[in-house]
């Protein structure tokens, strides 16, 4: 049999159950195998003025106050889920055991039937976390991310990466969010004129503290006057030492052949991401945490001060 065939056979054969679980004090329900079902859409809520909303397989739309002030692009559910490759959380590690190096894409189906995997959902009883878990039965690794938010400093999003085998790793990691909005992008531009957008997009790195901004070149207008886009989108990480910084999709390949990656600075006419990728050595039965924040609508003086805060 083909290790397709395999691959389905085997999620035909998984079980779909759901259970509460506790996760830092908190209580969670969990869907074991969530990938056996359907991708279904959830709201994520929060105490402040965020909205999101995602799809089992990951796919996400979100923001904060209304559609105007999107992070990920404001569509609806069918698109969000097809989406799922190309708009949100993005993950790819390459994994040293010896003179072998594994390639491993969580929540893609670019490598189905490569590994033995579960993947599980987890979401917080009061609707406003949801964790999506994949665990490598062949590598004894886990990886999961949790979604939540901040009132002050936007979109958390935190990444947990777990050894559970009784092998010392040496991983390159690349992880981070796709297709980031800039700001002043009319939901109704977004989706008639898509295309357009892109070409005003410029992502730019403010390298002292990792910052990365998100904005047009200029307020797309059809007047023949000048219009200045004076704010901007944004997103920044903590937890890895010294990593390097991508402010776009285009070196992902790249990084699946086992190429080495260049710093992005400046990136014009194209979607915006963040991603940031370093070497960590993993032992046996330790695990490494790291936080990717992004945030809307935010003009020069509020992104010096995060700045300073960062650093």
């Not at 490759?85 to 190096?101: A, P, Y």
């Not at 690794?141 to 936007?154: A, D, M, P």
């Not at 992502?203 to 904005?215: D, N, Q, R, V, W």
Request: with cysteine.
């Amino acid at each position: 049999m083909s290790k397709l065939y395999q691959e389905e056979k085997s999620k035909e054969m998984k079980k779909v159950k759901m259970r509460v679980v506790e996760y830092e004090n908190e209580s969670y329900f969990k869907i074991d195998n969530c990938d056996a079902m359907r991708p279904f859409f959830m709201s994520i809520v929060s105490d402040s003025n965020h909205w999101m909303f995602i799809s089992g397989n990951g796919g996400i739309s979100a923001g904060r106050k209304n559609p105007e002030y999107a992070l990920f692009p404001y569509y609806t559910d069918d698109k969000i889920t097809e989406s799922a490759d190309l708009t949100g959380s993005k993950t790819i590690f390459r994994i040293r055991e010896g003179n072998q190096v594994h390639v491993w894409e969580p929540f893609s189906e670019r490598f189905t039937g490569k590994y033995n995997i579960s993947r599980n959902l987890c979401k917080s009883i009061y609707g406003n976390k949801i964790i999506f878990e994949e665990v490598n039965h062949d590598l004894g690794l886990e990886f999961s991310y949790q979604w939540n938010s901040s009132k002050i400093f936007g979109f958390v999003r935190k990444a947990f990466l777990k050894n559970s085998s009784g092998n010392d790793y040496e991983i390159t990691l690349l992880d981070g969010i796709q297709n980031i909005m800039p700001y002043g992008v009319p939901s109704d531009l977004q989706r008639s004129t898509s295309n357009l957008v892109d070409a005003y997009k410029r992502s730019e790195l403010e390298s002292s503290s990792g910052i990365g901004i998100f904005a047009l070149s200029a307020i797309i207008v059809d007047k023949a006057e000048p219009s200045e886009a004076l704010k901007a989108n944004i997103a920044w990480s903590m937890g890895l030492d010294n990593p390097k910084h991508l402010l776009s999709s285009l070196q992902l390949d790249k990084f699946r052949r086992n190429g080495e990656l260049a710093n992005e600075a400046d990136i014009k006419g194209e979607k915006g991401a963040y991603f940031i990728s370093e070497e960590i050595r993993l032992p046996a039965q330790s695990e490494k945490r790291w936080k990717i924040v992004a945030n809307v609508n935010q003009n020069h003086a509020q992104v010096v001060e995060l700045c300073q805060k960062i650093k």
